[in-house]
């Protein structure tokens, strides 16, 4: 069977889809990713076809988390991003489904469902963290963390409103060009196309987020995607002699972000380590150089796989992706977060809730006082730490891959046999 995964977004949004492709052609399926250019080489390293898309992913990553981009703000940055490409991603999303038997996007919106009502293929939804209403928490980018169950169930109605005012701007002519009625806005997720619900996967553990009741029988938890297999990675001999020469170190890294002055965050991290005085191996990602280089107490990385580092660390610091959240309580690491936008201060609540790091750190109320606080806090509250190695024994036991492919494959029948 011909699968196509859409992942219009960061590294972050790819990499599951790397795991769970490698998991489908495991087990026979013809599997493409659809992403930005930029992770064709990633992509075909693991065995999988690659459709690349318009658009240059570190200028929209720049967009969507300026400081402050929340709310009303956030969605004018995603049309800001998407205003010049919308037509050029569209033609190149329609090809790359073209000849596929199913498809599986995350979260942009209904685009992807216009696609699949187009060639009368099965849709399957997948999620890194909430999307659907519920009255645990607002909707991604909304502002309010902690505004109450009200809020969270009515942040989801305006998201959805909004997001479909965007919708009927970009698709109505695409829609009339291919001869579909148009899809009305709405202030509640619409899974319904060609008859049929689509199935919606969530990447997520219910020990980290537990299922809200009210969700409906078609959304799944299946736990956090993880690699199962060993990392294959030698370090460098430097990488390896810091490791050796003390204490394990804390980790620190902001992986895709970009937005707003990365230096001066940077600058802010390496003062509040020689502060807090602990080690730490400072990862740069896509942030670039402050032309700082290792020390002693610091070591400065271009890129180390979080799987091979995050088991020799004592800790770690980081923007709160999903797949970088995930990664650190599956390693059982006390877990401090600094969000940038979007789902971020989401998954640095919930690390905060489960008693598995201090409060989160906003980035644009980053200060050298407060990281040091928080870097001192994260090393030497030892609640931190055996409540994520806890959790971390628990969460080895779910195999989210393993059940995020079952349930690709049961659904994809389903709709097949006409389910509705």
């Avoid at 659809?34 to 990633?42: D, G, K, L, V």
């Avoid at 980018?141 to 505004?147: I, L, V, Y």
């Avoid at 460098?236 to 970009?258: C, K, N, R, T």
């Avoid at 070591?299 to 660390?313: G, K």
Wanted: aromatic share 10%; glycine share 10%.
């Amino acid at each position: 069977m011909k699968i196509t995964m859409i992942a219009l977004g960061s590294t972050g949004d790819v990499r599951p889809y790397m795991l769970l492709g490698r998991e489908l052609r495991r087990r026979g399926h013809d599997i493409t990713i659809a992403s930005f250019a930029s992770f064709q080489s990633m992509v075909e390293d693991a065995g999988l076809r690659f459709q690349p898309l318009a658009g240059d992913v570190v200028a929209i990553m720049a967009n969507l988390m300026k400081p402050g981009a929340k709310g009303v703000s956030y969605l004018w940055q995603v049309e800001k991003s998407i205003r010049d490409i919308a037509p050029a991603v569209l033609e190149d999303l329609t090809r790359a489904c073209a000849d596929a038997d199913a498809m599986l996007c995350t979260y942009f919106g209904s685009l992807y469902y216009s696609i699949a009502e187009k060639y009368r293929i099965p849709c399957i939804q997948t999620h890194y963290y909430p999307m659907d209403p519920n009255d645990i928490t607002p909707i991604s980018s909304a502002p309010g963390q902690k505004w109450g169950k009200a809020w969270n169930k009515a942040s989801y109605r305006l998201g959805y409103m909004l997001i479909g005012v965007l919708e009927k701007r970009y698709l109505t002519q695409w829609r009339r060009d291919n001869g579909m009625t148009l899809r009305k806005i709405q202030t509640k997720p619409n899974y319904r196309v060609g008859g049929h619900t689509v199935p919606v996967i969530y990447a997520m553990s219910p020990l980290v987020f537990p299922r809200p009741k009210a969700w409906d029988e078609h959304i799944h938890l299946t736990g956090f995607w993880y690699d199962e297999t060993p990392c294959d990675w030698t370090p460098p001999q430097d990488l390896a002699d810091f490791m050796a020469a003390g204490e394990p170190p804390i980790y620190i890294g902001f992986g895709s972000m970009v937005s707003g002055n990365m230096n001066k965050t940077f600058t802010t991290v390496l003062r509040a380590v020689r502060a807090a005085k602990v080690r730490a191996v400072i990862s740069m990602g896509w942030g670039g150089s402050i032309g700082v280089h290792s020390s002693k107490r610091v070591y400065i990385a271009d890129y180390v796989p979080h799987d091979w580092l995050f088991p020799r660390v004592s800790a770690v610091v980081h923007h709160g992706g999903a797949g970088t959240t995930a990664a650190g309580l599956r390693a059982g690491k006390p877990t401090l977060v600094v969000p940038f936008g979007g789902d971020q201060p989401f998954w640095g609540n919930r690390v905060y809730a489960l008693g598995c790091g201090p409060k989160p750190i906003a980035r644009d109320r980053l200060t050298v006082q407060r990281l040091t606080q928080g870097l001192v806090h994260l090393t030497t509250n030892r609640k931190y730490q055996v409540a994520a190695q806890e959790l971390a024994e628990r969460m080895r036991l779910e195999g989210g891959v393993i059940r995020a492919a079952d349930l690709v494959e049961q659904e994809i029948a389903r709709w097949k046999q006409g389910v509705p």
